[in-house]
Nanobody, 120 residues
Framework: QVQLVESGGGSVQAGGSLRLSCLASTSAHSNSCMAWFRQAPSNEREEVAT???????TYADSMRGRFTISQDIAKNTVYLQMNNLKPEDTAMYYC??????????????WGPGTQVTVSS
């Protein structure tokens, strides 16, 4: 099991930026995929972005161009830089781990989440 801990959430005004971090346990980055998901109240959880241990990334269409996922393998950390935030970005953001580095599916391990609130 991989332990994940998110940080960096908070409250910002629309147009602002935040950088989320996800610290993973030591073995998480070998042939794996890490992802950020989010879930707003009364909404289904949605995938935000993924990055595998080879650096390949994907984004949800609505976040492309505003959000950037990156990783520091030496620090076992994945980041989500969020720019030009909108009120509809308000949600709990979760980091997740999958051993399926190729398809980036079947995320088995999840962090507790970090709250992002964007005010208009």
């Amino acid at each position: 099991q991989v332990q994940l801990v998110e940080s960096g959430g908070g409250s910002v005004q629309a147009g602002g930026s935040l950088r989320l971090s996800c610290l993973a346990s030591t073995s998480a980055h070998s042939n794996s995929c890490m992802a950020w998901f989010r879930q707003a109240p009364s909404n289904e959880r949605e995938e935000v972005a993924t990055i595998n241990s080879f650096g390949a990334v994907t984004y949800a269409d609505s976040m492309r161009g505003r959000f950037t996922i990156s990783q520091d393998i030496a620090k076992n950390t994945v980041y989500l830089q969020m720019n030009n935030l909108k009120p509809e970005d308000t949600a709990m953001y979760y980091c997740a781990y999958s051993s399926d580095w190729y398809h980036c599916r079947e995320f088995a391990d999840w962090g507790p989440g970090t709250q992002v609130t964007v005010s208009s």
